[in-house]
C-alpha cells in the first residue's frame, strides 16, 4: 500500500511539471545512467586493454626465464655425475684461478669452505657460475659483508657425495 502511494505521489508530481522540466529531468537521468555505465562497465574494460600488452610482456618475460632456468637443470641433469674427487679438484682449480690470493678453501666432510678477503663482486659471481657449473657443487651458507675492497666472509658449499 505504502509502495503504491509513493509512486501516486511520484506520478502526480511528474504531472504537474512543465514540459521543460520534465525535459531536463530526463536528460539528467540519461546523462547520470551513461556516467554509470562508463564507471561500472567500460572504463574498467578499457583500463584492461590499456594495460594487458604490458602485462603480457611481463609474462612472456617470466616464461622465457622459466624456459632458460628448465634448460639449466636439464643441463645439469644430462651431465655426468662428478664424483667428490673430481669435484674437490675442480674446486680447487676454480678458486685457484678466479680468486687468487683471495680466496682460501678448506674441506671438512661433504663440505667446503671457502673464505674470501676483498673480493669483487663481478670476480665473486664468476667463480660461483663456474664452481656450479665444473665441480658441481651448490652454495649451502654464505655470510658475506661488503668491505671497501670487496666482498669479506665465507661461504660453504655442498660436495657430491662420494661413490
Known amino acids: 500500500m505504502n509502495q503504491a502511494l509513493n509512486a501516486a505521489v511520484w506520478r502526480a508530481r511528474w504531472v504537474s511539471l512543465g514540459a521543460r522540466e520534465r525535459r531536463l529531468v530526463q536528460v539528467a537521468a540519461v546523462l ?9 562497465g567500460l572504463a574498467p574494460a578499457l583500463r584492461t586493454l590499456r594495460e594487458a600488452p604490458a602485462q603480457h610482456a611481463a609474462v612472456e618475460a617470466s616464461v622465457a626465464r622459466m624456459r632458460a632456468l628448465a634448460g639449466q637443470a636439464g643441463a645439469l641433469k644430462a651431465a655426468p655425475q662428478v664424483n667428490r674427487d673430481d669435484a674437490l679438484r675442480a674446486l680447487e682449480a676454480s678458486v685457484r684461478a678466479q680468486l687468487g690470493a683471495q680466496g682460501q678453501l678448506g674441506v671438512s666432510g661433504d663440505r ?27 652454495p649451502v651458507q654464505a655470510r658475506l659483508t661488503r668491505g671497501p675492497t670487496g666482498w669479506d666472509g665465507s661461504v660453504v658449499l655442498g660436495l657430491p657425495a662420494a661413490p
Open 32 to 40: 547520470v545512467a551513461a556516467a554509470l555505465l562508463w564507471w561500472v
Open 112 to 138: 667446503a669452505t671457502v673464505v674470501l678477503r676483498g673480493v669483487q663482486p663481478q670476480a665473486l659471481a664468476s667463480w660461483l657460475a663456474q664452481a656450479r657449473a665444473n665441480a658441481h657443487v651448490l
